[in-house]
Structures are given as C-alpha cells and as structure tokens.
C-alpha cells in the first residue's frame, strides 16, 4: 500500500480555540492558508493519506500525546517532536490507522492562552 503521512499545522480548520485559537490565527494565520490549500487537496484526491496536525512543536524528550478529529475542537498547545514521530511510526507500521484521516496531536494538559513554552 502507498500512503501519504503529510504533516502541516493546528489551525488549518479554524479549529483551535478560545484566546489559544485567536492567538495563534493572529501569529501564523496567514502561513496556515497554503497549508489548507495543501489539506483540502489531498482530502479531494484518491490518495490513502494521514494529515496530521501538530500543535507548537517542542525538543522535549518525551512521547506523550493525545489526539482530536479533524473537525473537533484542538487541545493543548505543544507538542514533541518525538511524539509526531511516534504516531508517524504507528501510522506506517499499522496501515489503516487514521486512513483518510486528519489528527490533530499535542501534549495533554498544556492548554493555555500561548504554548507553554512561552
């Protein structure tokens, strides 16, 4: 099977939200718009795809995650690295997991107004 991991951005879907959601369209909301055009793409074509959309990426050291639907509100503000990679690995190792899908990922508990990084 061929399959398609794309990675690109919470917010794409406006889907982010509270003063988290209106702080982060206010910091990257027009970089988020080729990466719908992108999203809306590949959700319109035949390919087996997983999007998936991180929340402000971290270096921490830690696989510790949570996942939200595409059209669910997001959680939490950050995110590993090492977390993304470890759902891409289960994604590959487990072909039909989240098949035509688009997850958004972050750390639980790291709601807020801003990453907690900042």
Do not use: C, Q
């Amino acid at each position: 099977m061929k399959r398609l991991i794309f990675v690109l951005s919470l917010g794409i879907y406006d889907e982010v939200p509270g003063k988290f959601g209106e702080w982060n369209n206010a910091t990257i909301g027009e970089d988020l718009k080729p990466f719908r055009h992108a999203a809306d793409a590949i959700e319109a074509s035949k390919l087996d795809y997983t999007i998936i959309r991180p929340a402000w990426l971290t270096d921490e050291d830690e696989v510790d995650y949570e996942l939200t639907e595409r059209d669910a509100p997001f959680k939490g503000t950050v995110v590993s690295r090492k977390s993304v990679a470890d759902l891409i690995a289960k994604i590959i190792r487990s072909p039909n997991l989240h098949l035509r899908g688009s997850v958004g990922v972050n750390k639980p508990g790291t709601d807020g107004d801003k990453p907690t990084f900042m």
